[in-house]
């Protein structure tokens, strides 16, 4: 039997997981993405989180009244942008998922989905040259009010419930257990979940890929799509033709515009993160936070310590806000004591942009248009937290194997 090729639109870490399990299965693999090599985009910048606690989705009826009460505040963790194009259509589908039960019905599959992708990790990390990860810290969910703090409580009631082990946390034992002094009400520490420097594993993926044969293609942007009687036949960019056996389609955010050349019509939009890396404090926390008020996420790693939060959901422009990360700042400045006198202007700010369904749940799998087409996108903020797991359910996919897990949920073709 020849061997079999595959050409994975998109270097993100759904792209190159992807193309991890696919050559270790013995197939030939290009990836195609539209970034230089040195890159950092939205998979570089992230918080670098693994959280099997994160199981409810975007669309939840606690997550759309709280967005709708920050939607227009400037200042607030979350914003949004209602004239992007599909924004009207994509908030109405996405509202109909809040209102129903739809949040209680998927919540396991959510956990299910990173559980599987620490597993995952576990044995990826060391088979790239990172064998001290990830890192077995937990998540330390910090509040800020008693509101927050009832809310946390009820919380951690759900969370273990699904099984996810967790602590309640008084204000004196979340400033002990992080050895630095938080102004919180208490928090909980979900010691299910785990945590990574995403810009390394990236960089490590990729000289790991590039020593097993991966064909990297950078500054290669698809142009069209030559397809005729439901297959692919070739990907037009602007480097030429690149043809395969099978495509997988992993381009993050912009993976919805390249569906719409196929046809296939996939409602996502891009939820604009920021992030920053700060060095020189005095003091850092000794796992990983969360300011659930402010969805501020804290990771202390080996160059510094990674700040991301702040969401605008349709916002596709390239330039940080400054009014919302002032707000992170001063936030930040109140919750801390250690950091008050840190000079944050000096900071450079990272923007991505998170690929956000109105389910919240990814896209994978095979469309019926397309015999050789398999789609995986739309991760919101968890990308980085599934990427091996949808590496391995694209792997499977392919090959015709059992997945690891039922995919059902999570076809393109599934009523949105």
């Given at each position: 039997m020849s061997e079999r090729s595959v050409l994975i639109i998109g270097g993100g870490i759904i792209g190159l997981c992807s193309a991890y399990y696919l050559v270790n299965k013995g197939w030939r693999v290009t990836v195609l993405e539209r970034s230089k090599t040195d890159f950092a985009g939205t998979s570089y910048g992230n918080a670098g989180l693994i959280v099997p606690s994160h199981f409810v989705p975007i669309a939840s009826r606690g997550m759309m009244t709280a967005g709708l009460k920050m939607a227009l505040n400037p200042t607030a963790a979350f914003g949004a942008r209602p004239m992007t194009p599909g924004f009207r259509n994509w908030a109405m589908r996405s509202s109909r998922?809040?209102?129903s039960d739809h949040a209680s019905r998927v919540a396991p599959y959510i956990r299910d989905l990173n559980l599987l992708s620490q597993r995952e990790y576990d044995e990826m990390l060391p088979a790239i040259g990172m064998p001290d990860h990830p890192k077995k810290r937990g998540l330390y969910m910090v509040a800020e009010s008693q509101h927050c703090m009832d809310?946390?409580?009820?919380?951690?009631?759900?969370a273990m419930d699904l099984g996810l082990e967790s602590h309640l946390l008084s204000r004196e034992e979340v400033?002990?257990?992080?050895?630095?002094?938080?102004?919180?009400?208490?928090?909980?520490?979900?010691?299910?979940?785990?945590?990574?420097p995403p810009h390394q594993v990236m960089e490590k993926l990729k000289a790991y890929l590039s020593s097993v044969g991966v064909d990297l293609q950078y500054e290669c942007e698809v142009q069209d799509f030559k397809a005729t009687n439901g297959k692919i036949r070739a990907v037009?960019?602007?480097k030429g033709d690149f043809s395969a056996d099978e495509y997988v389609l992993a381009?993050?955010?912009?993976?919805?515009?390249?569906?719409?050349?196929?046809?296939?019509?996939?409602?996502?939009l891009p939820g604009k993160g920021h992030s920053m890396t700060l060095t020189g404090l005095s003091q850092v926390s000794s796992a990983p936070v969360l300011l659930e008020e402010g969805k501020i996420a804290i990771n202390p790693m080996v160059d510094g310590v990674r700040i991301s939060g702040n969401f605008v959901l349709g916002d596709w422009g390239s330039k940080p806000i400054r009014q919302r990360i002032t707000a992170v700042q001063q936030r930040l400045q109140k919750v801390i004591p250690a950091w008050q006198s840190h000079n944050f202007?000096?900071?450079?700010?990272?923007?991505?942009?998170?690929?956000?369904?109105?389910?919240?749940?990814?896209y994978l799998g095979r469309v019926g248009a397309w015999e050789n087409l398999t789609l995986a996108a739309g991760h919101a903020m968890?990308?980085?937290s599934l990427g091996p797991a949808t590496g391995r359910l694209v792997s499977q996919?392919?090959?015709?194997?059992?997945?690891?897990?039922?995919?059902?949920?999570l076809s393109p073709e599934r009523k949105i």
């Open positions: 998922f809040a209102l809310e946390l409580a009820h919380f951690q009631v759900a400033s002990e257990q992080l050895s630095i002094q938080i102004n919180s009400f208490g928090g909980v520490h979900f010691l299910c979940d785990s945590d990574l037009r960019t602007n381009a993050g955010s912009w993976t919805g515009k390249l569906a719409n050349q196929l046809r296939l019509n996939l409602p996502m202007s000096k900071e450079s700010i990272w923007v991505g942009f998170r690929p956000c369904t109105p389910d919240g749940l990814p968890m990308g980085m996919i392919l090959t015709g194997e059992k997945t690891s897990l039922p995919i059902s949920a």
